[in-house]
């Protein structure tokens, strides 16, 4: 089944209007930063203005391709072809500003603007299907791939800056579209800062470096993270390293589907917190990733709703100690029935260069 006919298995109007650039190409495969896909019960239509019509006409297969010359009579035109009469919006992206225009400039339709479209498409894209899969872990394979480059870039005196920009150009060369975010490169006392941002300080021996990073391949993202040592760690980092290699070890244990999101985060959660080290966790085990580097499910204390089949999130548990350092250790999974097929083959075990 075309993806646009399961939307009518969630709302109850007689049309959706898919504008977020990220869900347009979730429905139409195309990547474009205009465009207004419509969405019937038996038929979709891609609205795209002269700059992307070529591609569009090239690309699109599952929607009548439209060039977009003036919405305001196009669209009241289509609705009447379908004898349509209420229109679902995204209410988690559209603005308040457009939403008033469609409002005043389409006066005889009915306008759904609650949160069902935007959690029908939401509940949609946390299920992958083989193809999404296959895209992600072939980002994950280019991810996995400069990294494994990249340790030879990495000695005493390199910056943190000067080793993100080389891991962002290994993953461009090995065949990145994208990154799927600003790559995180930290050392020292920098790594008890979760998502600090690399700076100009060298690294030292004796130290551990920080790298969390993606890489973006046909529209879907890959995410991991690895901390290494630039010499040997002291007794403290071995310790607090294998701390969260057990929490991270006993997460991917239990990923599966039909498990809440709350009670696979307790599940590594625990472990850390009877390591003596809970206050320094402070952020959710793992999170979905697809076309978006953040996208549901959750694994965190706050996500009560069950983990589905298919699913792709991250276990990332962490500990950052102010003032000295900070460990993750974050591969990404496809939960299934009796367990997960881990996206993540690269060595978790400590690696000191």
Same mark, same amino acid.
């Given at each position: @089944?075309?993806?646009?006919?399961?939307?009518?298995?969630?709302?109850?109007?007689?049309?959706?209007?898919?504008?977020?650039?990220?869900?347009?190409?979730? *429905?139409?495969?195309?990547?474009?930063?205009?465009?207004?896909?419509? +969405?019937f019960p038996d038929k979709m239509y891609l609205l795209i203005d002269f700059r992307y019509i070529e591609k569009a006409r090239n690309t699109v297969k599952n929607a009548e391709v439209i060039e977009l010359t003036a919405f305001k009579t196009q *669209?009241?035109?289509?609705?009447?072809?379908?004898?349509?009469?209420t229109v679902s919006?995204?209410? %988690?992206? @559209?603005?308040?500003?457009?939403?008033?225009?469609?409002?005043?400039?389409f006066k005889e339709i009915?306008?759904?603007?609650?949160?069902?479209?935007?959690?029908?498409?939401?509940? @949609?894209?946390?299920?992958k299907d083989e193809s999404e899969i296959e895209n992600i872990r072939k980002a994950q394979e280019i991810a996995e791939k400069s990294l494994s480059e990249l340790l030879h870039f990495i000695r005493v005196g390199r910056t943190e800056r000067e080793i993100a920009n080389e891991l962002n150009?290994?993953?461009?060369?090995?065949?990145? %579209?994208?990154?799927?975010?600003?790559?995180?490169?930290l050392s020292g006392k920098n790594t008890s800062m979760p998502h600090g941002v690399p700076s100009d300080k060298p690294v030292q021996n004796g130290e551990f470096i920080l790298m969390d990073f993606g890489a973006v391949w046909n529209g879907y993202h890959s995410d991991m993270t690895r901390t290494i040592c630039l010499g040997q760690p002291d007794d403290e980092m071995?310790?607090?390293?294998?701390?969260?290699?057990?929490?991270?070890? +006993?997460?991917?244990?239990?990923?599966?589907?039909?498990?809440?999101?709350?009670?696979?985060?307790?599940?590594s959660r625990d472990i850390i917190e009877k390591a003596g080290?809970?206050?320094?966790?402070?952020?959710?085990?793992?999170?979905?990733?697809?076309?978006?580097?953040? %996208?549901?499910?959750?694994?965190?204390?706050?996500?009560?709703?069950?983990?589905?089949?298919?699913?792709?999130v991250t276990i990332e548990p962490?500990?950052?100690?102010?003032?000295? *350092?900070?460990?993750?250790? %974050?591969?990404?999974?496809?939960?299934?029935?009796?367990?997960?097929?881990?996206l993540t083959n690269f060595d978790k075990n400590i690696i000191s260069l």
């Open positions: @089944m075309e993806r646009f006919r399961k939307i009518f298995d969630y709302i109850k109007t007689d049309c959706a209007l898919i504008t977020s650039d990220v869900n347009r190409r979730y *429905f139409t495969g195309m990547k474009s930063s205009a465009g207004i896909a419509v +969405a *669209f009241p035109e289509l609705l009447k072809k379908h004898g349509a009469k919006i995204e209410s %988690e992206t @559209m603005t308040v500003s457009t939403l008033n225009s469609y409002r005043h400039c009915t306008i759904d603007d609650s949160d069902i479209l935007s959690n029908a498409i939401n509940n @949609m894209r946390m299920i150009r290994l993953m461009f060369a090995n065949g990145a %579209e994208d990154l799927s975010f600003e790559t995180i490169v071995k310790k607090v390293y294998n701390i969260v290699l057990s929490a991270q070890l +006993a997460g991917l244990e239990n990923a599966r589907a039909g498990i809440s999101g709350s009670e696979l985060d307790k599940i080290y809970g206050e320094n966790f402070g952020h959710s085990l793992g999170h979905g990733v697809g076309l978006e580097i953040h %996208e549901k499910p959750n694994a965190s204390p706050n996500y009560k709703s069950v983990l589905g089949k298919n699913s792709v962490g500990i950052y100690i102010a003032g000295k *350092f900070g460990v993750r250790i %974050e591969d990404f999974v496809v939960l299934t029935e009796n367990g997960c097929n881990n």
